[in-house]
């Protein structure tokens, strides 16, 4: 491929995103000396993934002309490829992989109408730049906190002061794949006791990719295995929350809800003292129920180069460590200022904000 320079805005945001971790975990724990580019760069090292320009390094996901505009679709898994037919309309089964219908007919639908028939399947689509677009890339804290864009934050008590020593601190990574996961390493670099929670019946899905790059995200944590289709399971899984201090999540609020985690009433209660839930698109009414992994997500706010076809994606899946690292700098600045808060990271909306820079 040849050389495409990243966005504007891309080096230097997650420099500064480094600068603040290692900032707050000196005050509060042990200095993490974070390299950001070759966090960004970890996943595709490990796995020898290469740049294909509107083709995604690890060849999931697409970037194609739709009637009136660029999409970017991600079909990581069988049941994504099961769902096609239903999204486009098709009178019978695709073959997993076999791009080239998905290409004809998305080119003759309009963006809109591509939008709203996936959101309703759990298909992780999005039209290319559309957070970059709509300027949807922070919104400010109202009591002070340092903010992060791409990531909001709710303050719901005060009564737990500011953090002084991460080594009395417990964090459960309810999280899968990259971002969460990365932002668990983060706090067990800085001295937290991390308690790693999977389910044997669904792991994290990141176990089915490179191996060194699961351990990378692993170290330091304490593996814990929770049955979830079991009352007791769930009961544990209630127990290991109620006794952390910080709580990461990858989930959508609704899954959560089913396992009976409501996150405002557990903040409220002060326990745990920070909630950071990753989601593809915020929790606002009209995105929250959107799928997105790290692609689709970076192309979702804007974050590709171009060439003389079209857009390019510029990284591996590169939303997903930029999440992980606003996140991680997020909870930390969070833990030092003190408080009970509800922080909503935004992989589209943290995308969209490294496009420009400051």
Known sequence: MPGLGPPAGLVPGVHALAASIARDSARIGQAVDVDPLAVMAARAHFAGLQRSGSVSCGGSARMLPAADGWMVISLPRPSDWELVPAWLGMAGAV???????????????????LLDRSTGLGLPVAQVGERHSSRRTHRPSTD?????PGVTEQRIGASAGAADDMRELVVADLSALWAGPLVGAVLAATGAQVIKVESPWRPDGARLGSPQHFASLDVGKVPVSVDLH????????HRIVAESDVVITSSRHRALEQLGLDLDELVRAERPRIWMSITGYGTDPDSEDRVAFGDDAAAAGGLVVWDDQGPCFCADAVADPLTGLAAAAAVLATLAAGGEHLLVASMADVAASMVDGP
């Open 144 to 148: 002070g906190m340092p903010g992060f």
């Open 95 to 113: 073959e997993a992989q076999n791009w080239s219908p998905v290409a004809r007919l998305v080119d003759h639908l309009a963006v809109d109408e």
């Open 230 to 237: 079991t009352v007791a399971g769930r009961h544990r899984l």
